[in-house]
């Protein structure tokens, strides 16, 4: 695997050393819906900002990609709108809560060890009971830089037939979680959401949440994505979808309110799911595939462009063997983002980091 990485890592440090022609894309649908790049500016550091000065080219004037683990937290045991997914495991009872408060407390060790910062993303029992038991964990979290957000699953929220609900009662919803959130973690703005995928008037609820950054679009009931969305530019979507039709999705609208963030120049459908299947092999076989998908990812990536590439992991996944406990991610970090990082190819940022700095390109 190694050697591999080397071997690839040379050949994008080559091809970019050389200045030779980079990689042309093809273009999707997305882009060219898009404005023509605008000039470059200074991007504003957040406060809560752990990473450099954000720079949307290098010094070498080279494409830079924005990278960054994001964490869903799902909705186990019964909601704060009283709702119960069968899941194995239930926040309420405290052994779980905590095992999964060390998994997540591990892997953000290891990403800080990196200089990396994550996106949190969190839902109801998990704050509620963080809330109700005392514990600190999110407020931590963002404490040390990491971004804290919403995973909403709408069907742990809203019940069954959420597709048939108003806008207004989506949003209501919407909002009841990210004040847990906020109560949770103690973090004032919670911009960034998954979930609510195949609701088409999802991001209108968004916005009338307060929310503006989206990503992770999968298909909830086939767990695939359309490759129309994969990519490295985000865009501002100009409606949602019903996970068929995705003219609107894929549609740039320069006055819409949700940017959306693609995760990569991923090339099979169920890359977001694909962890959990027997093809992919197992662990080590899923991140190799992450790291090709990285290196794809950067050979799109466009000077003078916000390029992104992110995947998601879930407390507990990945933990391996109790003597190297997510050894697979820290390999990941040491052999494959590491060294682009070194290199100014990448650099770490949160989600709603990433869609700052594009919306600073937009300007
Ligand atoms: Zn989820």
């Given at each position: 695997m190694?050697?591999?990485?080397?071997f690839?890592s040379i050949l994008?440090?080559a091809?970019?050393a050389?200045?030779?022609?980079s990689?042309?894309?093809p273009?999707s649908?997305?882009?060219?819906?898009?404005?023509?790049a605008?000039?470059?500016k200074?991007v504003e550091t957040?406060?809560t900002?752990?990473?450099?000065?954000?720079?949307?080219?290098?010094e070498a004037g080279a494409?830079?990609l924005?990278?960054t683990?994001?964490?869903?937290i799902?909705?186990?045991?019964?909601t704060a709108?009283g709702?119960k997914?069968g899941?194995?495991g239930?926040y309420?009872n405290?052994q779980?809560?905590?095992?999964q408060?060390?998994?997540?407390?591990?892997v953000?060790?290891?990403?800080e060890?990196?200089g990396?910062?994550?996106?949190?993303?969190?839902?109801?029992?998990?704050?509620s009971v963080?809330?109700?038991?005392?514990s600190?964990?999110?407020?931590?979290?963002?404490a040390r830089?990491?971004?804290i957000?919403?995973h909403f699953h709408?069907?742990?929220h809203?019940g069954?037939?959420?597709?048939?609900?108003?806008v207004q009662?989506?949003?209501?919803?919407m909002?009841q979680?990210?004040a847990l959130?906020t109560q949770?973690s103690?973090?004032?703005?919670?911009?960034?959401w998954s979930?609510g995928?195949?609701?088409p008037?999802v991001?209108?609820?968004a916005?009338c949440?307060?929310l503006?950054v989206?990503s992770?679009?999968?298909n909830?009931?086939?767990?695939?994505?359309?490759l129309?969305l994969v990519?490295?530019?985000p865009w501002r979507?100009?409606?949602?979808?019903?996970?068929?039709?995705f003219t609107?999705?894929?549609q740039?609208d320069?006055?819409?309110?949700i940017i959306?963030?693609?995760?990569?120049q991923y090339d099979?459908?169920?890359?977001?799911?694909?962890?959990?299947s027997?093809?992919?092999?197992g662990?080590?076989?899923?991140f190799?595939?992450l790291?090709?998908?990285l290196y794809a990812?950067l050979e799109a990536?466009?000077?003078?462009?916000?390029n992104v590439?992110?995947?998601?992991?879930h407390?507990g996944?990945?933990r391996?063997s109790?003597?190297a406990?997510?050894?697979?991610?820290?390999?990941?970090l040491t052999?494959?983002?590491?060294p682009?990082?070194?290199s100014?190819?990448?650099q770490?940022m949160?989600l709603?980091?990433m869609?700052?700095?594009?919306?600073a390109?937009?300007?």
């Amino acid at each position: 695997m190694k050697r591999i990485f080397t071997f690839l890592s040379i050949l994008v440090l080559a091809a970019l050393a050389c200045s030779l022609p980079s990689v042309v894309v093809p273009a999707s649908p997305t882009e060219s819906a898009a404005p023509p790049a605008a000039a470059v500016k200074p991007v504003e550091t957040q406060p809560t900002e752990a990473a450099a000065q954000p720079e949307v080219q290098n010094e070498a004037g080279a494409a830079v990609l924005y990278f960054t683990i994001g964490v869903h937290i799902e909705p186990m045991g019964e909601t704060a709108q009283g709702y119960k997914s069968g899941g194995k495991g239930d926040y309420h009872n405290p052994q779980f809560f905590q095992r999964q408060v060390e998994d997540i407390l591990k892997v953000a060790q290891i990403v800080e060890a990196h200089g990396g910062r994550m996106t949190i993303q969190a839902q109801s029992p998990f704050t509620s009971v963080a809330i109700q038991s005392g514990s600190t964990i999110l407020a931590d979290l963002a404490a040390r830089g990491h971004e804290i957000a919403l995973h909403f699953h709408e069907d742990a929220h809203l019940g069954k037939n959420s597709s048939a609900l108003s806008v207004q009662q989506w949003c209501d919803v919407m909002k009841q979680e990210i004040a847990l959130i906020t109560q949770a973690s103690g973090v004032t703005e919670v911009r960034y959401w998954s979930g609510g995928n195949l609701y088409p008037n999802v991001y209108e609820a968004a916005e009338c949440a307060g929310l503006s950054v989206n990503s992770d679009w999968k298909n909830p009931q086939m767990q695939t994505t359309d490759l129309a969305l994969v990519g490295v530019n985000p865009w501002r979507p100009a409606g949602g979808t019903d996970g068929t039709d995705f003219t609107l999705f894929t549609q740039h609208d320069p006055n819409g309110a949700i940017i959306f963030l693609p995760e990569g120049q991923y090339d099979k459908n169920n890359f977001a799911s694909m962890r959990r299947s027997q093809d992919a092999g197992g662990d080590e076989a899923y991140f190799d595939y992450l790291a090709q998908s990285l290196y794809a990812s950067l050979e799109a990536a466009q000077p003078g462009k916000v390029n992104v590439f992110h995947f998601t992991i879930h407390p507990g996944e990945f933990r391996g063997s109790p003597q190297a406990p997510f050894a697979v991610i820290e390999n990941f970090l040491t052999e494959v983002v590491d060294p682009l990082v070194a290199s100014g190819q990448v650099q770490w940022m949160t989600l709603s980091g990433m869609a700052e700095a594009y919306a600073a390109s937009e300007r």
